[in-house]
């Protein structure tokens, strides 16, 4: 079973500053797909940015970027110019070629002012 | 955030009640899902639906029981809860093709309280 694993329960950081979030996860397949997750407090899960296992290239979406390394299967998630409003739960995300997908316990980001 | 629309936002329901919750997609996705969010648990995958057609059961209890009657809506009907089913429960949709499902969009969830 693919497990996802994120070893950061909490985070904070300064505003305007750049944070790293990690994700770990554990399969045998080799086409799959990645992605990162945003819940703000009280709000809708929404996706921040995906990541083709094919793709070498690391997928970017403005201030966000990611390090994936398929060979460590890891997938960290960059923030740069942190924002208030970047305060979130942020769910590391692993989906095979089928629509199960299995997510991360999360990491709360709190952006302090 | 009009995407995916739930249900009611809130519900508190003792155990011996029958309640559903309801999930409407308004962006042309063919496949629905039902998760459950509880405190400090990775999101757990409950139900998949691909074009009305149940295509994961991950070992939920008989006391949940999901109805996908066409492609835009999705129910969950619940009885006999028990209080460990207290949690934020989450519809999600995306665009599936030859098996292969794009991202999810979230509805913003019912939370779910049982007394």
């Known amino acids: 079973a693919q497990t996802v694993t994120q070893s950061q329960p909490e985070m904070s950081v300064q505003e305007a500053e750049t944070v790293t979030l990690s994700c770990t996860y554990d399969?045998?397949?080799?086409?799959?797909?990645l992605f990162w997750y945003k819940q703000p407090p009280s709000r809708q899960m929404i996706l921040v940015i995906r990541?083709?296992?094919?793709?070498?290239q690391n997928a970017t979406e403005n201030r966000f970027s990611v390090n994936f390394q398929k060979a460590a299967k890891s997938f960290s998630l960059k923030i740069s110019d942190s924002q208030l409003g970047d305060t979130a739960m942020y769910f590391c995300a692993f989906m095979k070629n089928n629509n199960d997908m299995r997510f991360g316990a999360g990491t709360r980001l709190t952006v302090k002012p | 955030e009009t995407g995916v629309t739930q249900t009611p936002r809130h519900l508190v329901m003792g155990m011996t009640n029958k309640k559903s919750l309801k999930c409407e997609q308004h962006l042309g996705h063919n496949a629905m899902y039902w998760y459950k969010q509880s405190a400090k648990k990775p999101l757990e995958l409950m139900f998949v639906?691909?074009?009305?057609?149940?295509?994961e059961n991950n070992s939920v209890p008989s006391r949940f029981s999901p109805e996908c009657p066409n492609s835009s809506h999705l129910f969950l009907h619940l009885h006999t809860l028990q209080p460990e089913d207290s949690a934020l429960y989450l519809c999600?949709?995306?665009?599936?093709?030859?098996?292969?499902?794009?991202?999810?969009?979230f509805g913003p969830g019912t939370r779910l309280t049982v007394t």
């Open positions: 399969t045998s397949e080799n086409n799959y797909y």
């Open positions: 639906y691909n074009f009305k057609e149940q295509t």
């Open positions: 999600a949709s995306s665009q599936a093709h030859r098996g292969l499902s794009y991202e999810q969009y």
């Open positions: 990541q083709e296992a094919y793709k070498q």
